[in-house]
């Protein structure tokens, strides 16, 4: 039997309800877990400033994994912590698949994410859940060259993203993007696709994180319900998904919990972690 002692939690689909809100009662638990010493932090796709600022400045919660766990930040002062990240010329190369298609691309420079301006007008052609429009109206730079910022910028990234309008253009482009080496490719949305650098993933940066902190894996407990989710339910000692989870995520998960408009989050550490603390 493995006591918990660190908390990995997926915020879209996972830890905030389809609204995007933490709600009462798993904020409540949240608090409490932290009250017994367990180190919790979210475990994001997002950047670092698209971490929401009541999860930034949450009591409690010292660490954020962004970007897949390209970057991990200090919540205190946004500081980095651990940071693993894209060449310039990789990036390059996956917004050249990209734009072949009719797509919204993305790119993340120290937890700031930047977008095509032009597309961020039709913001909602590209994502297709009403959710999560003014989110990245609200935290993404737009740029009328998304090439010319990486070339201005001239240095390596966090993570390359794409919305798709058109699925089937993203299985194409999915296909193209494997081609490339040394580079990580998920998809967090059945509509986008992730690219990191190679080996970065949330799983190895959690687990990474535990290694500075003196957590072993096996005391590690992470949520998810995504592809970008999967490696973190598989190298975390305890992995947990949601019941809205994607099948494959399921397989990999121990223990399914509730969906994320059913407090599963909170239900899950209730019983694995307050109440014995303790899981097999």
């Not at 535990?210 to 894996?217: F, N, P, T």
């Amino acid at each position: 039997m493995q006591k918990i002692k660190m908390i990995g939690l997926d915020l879209d689909g996972t830890l905030l309800n389809d609204k995007k809100e933490l709600t009462p009662y798993t904020r409540q638990v949240m608090e409490e877990a932290i009250r017994q010493g367990v180190t919790v932090l979210v475990a994001t796709g997002r950047p670092w400033m698209g971490v929401p600022e009541f999860l930034k400045s949450f009591p409690g919660m010292d660490y954020a994994l962004t970007s897949n766990g390209a970057r991990i930040v200090r919540t205190q002062d946004g500081s980095v912590l651990m940071e693993q990240l894209l060449s310039r010329d990789k990036a390059k190369k996956i917004l050249e698949i990209c734009a072949k298609y009719d797509t919204l691309q993305e790119v993340y420079f120290d937890g700031q994410g930047y977008a095509e301006a032009e597309k961020m007008l039709h913001v909602e052609r590209y994502h297709h859940n009403p959710n999560m429009w003014e989110y990245i109206r609200t935290t993404r730079i737009p740029t009328e060259d998304i090439f010319g910022l990486v070339d201005r910028e001239s240095r390596s990234l966090d993570k390359v993203q794409a919305l798709f309008a058109d699925l089937d253009e993203r299985a194409r482009a999915w296909k193209e993007l494997e081609t490339l080496e040394e580079v990580e490719i998920v998809g967090s949305l059945k509509y986008n696709i992730e690219v990191n650098a190679a080996g970065v993933n949330k799983g190895s940066g959690l687990v990474e994180l535990g290694k500075r902190l003196g957590i072993e894996r096996e005391e590690i407990m992470a949520f998810g319900d995504g592809d970008n989710d999967e490696p973190m339910l598989r190298e975390a000692g305890f992995g947990v998904a949601m019941a809205n989870a994607e099948e494959k995520v399921k397989a990999t998960a121990d223990y399914i919990t509730g969906s994320n408009e059913e407090d599963g989050v909170a239900k899950a550490i209730e019983r694995f972690v307050l109440e014995g603390g303790e899981v097999c």
